[in-house]
């Protein structure tokens, strides 16, 4: 992943993330808040520690079909990772995955600026012509956010994951290269 460029939005820096972001994201996967509508909902104690999240970490960035980026402010604070993962690029799509982990820059437009961002990237340098998401379907802060970027909801994905061990629908939402034109 180190060969990522940084890419710039109104509101956001997405770096590409890094070994040294590994504690950060640990604190934020530890907060029951953040990871609340995130599948690491499920993920009992263990895979929470340091180490577990290094060796994710490590994982993710040996996939050839996954990029990661850390979200930060204009000011430089680290406020949360986007992601692109399952690329196919013969298929031309890969799915979206976004959190803030800094709870007090939630619903300020820090999400949707790095979509938006990420967006961009995806469609115009990676050559995509589809990107999709699959947020809980209790999850409005989310499903607005995408949709305010350019996300149609495609469907319902009945009782997809567990959150806490019960059985949650996530939705489909996707965004079209031709329809961000």
Known sequence: MNDLPVLEGEKVRLQPLTAEDVPLLTRWFRDAEVVHHLQLSE????????????????????????????IDTKAGRPIGQIELVNLHPL???????????EKDYWSGGYGSDAVLT????????????????????????????????????????????????????????????????
Not at 46 to 70: G, H, K, Q
Not at 91 to 100: D, L, N, Y
């Open 118 to 181: 990420m967006l961009r990237f995806a469609f115009n340098d990676l050559g995509l012509r589809r990107v999709y998401a699959t947020p809980d379907a209790d999850n409005i802060r989310a499903i607005r956010s995408f949709e305010k970027c350019g996300f149609v909801l495609e469907g319902t994905l009945r009782e997809h994951r567990l959150r806490h061990g019960q059985p949650v629908d996530m939705v489909m939402m996707g965004a079209l290269r031709k329809e961000q034109q």
């Open 43 to 70: 993920d009992p104690p263990e895979l929470m520690t340091i180490e577990a999240v290094r060796e994710r970490f490590n994982y993710m960035d040996s996939d050839p079909f996954t990029r990661v980026w850390r």
């Open 91 to 101: 298929q031309k799509r890969a799915e979206m995955h976004i959190s803030i982990g």
